[in-house]
């Protein structure tokens, strides 16, 4: 009964030193890193806009052709 309480009351414990452990490690990007990653952010939504016009694009004659201009 004692073990099941031990291991009840390590796990939180466990938790919070791992936790405050990943907390002091993170860092503040630099300006530098800020821009990169603004500019990685931007092409990606960029990429998806253009897929998705091209498969909006690609869609409509196909659908038309098999509703038949209804």
């Known amino acids: 009964m004692s073990e099941s309480l031990k291991e009840l009351v390590e796990i ?14 993170c860092t503040k990007p630099t300006e530098q890193e800020y821009i990169q990653l603004c500019k990685a952010i931007a092409i990606g939504f960029g990429v998806m806009g253009v897929i998705g016009y091209l498969v ?5 004659p196909i ?3 098999l509703v038949g201009g209804a």
């Open 63 to 65: 659908n038309n052709i």
């Open 12 to 25: 939180p414990q466990s938790f919070v030193k791992e936790g405050t452990h990943f907390i002091n490690r």
């Open 56 to 60: 909006k694009l690609i869609h409509i």
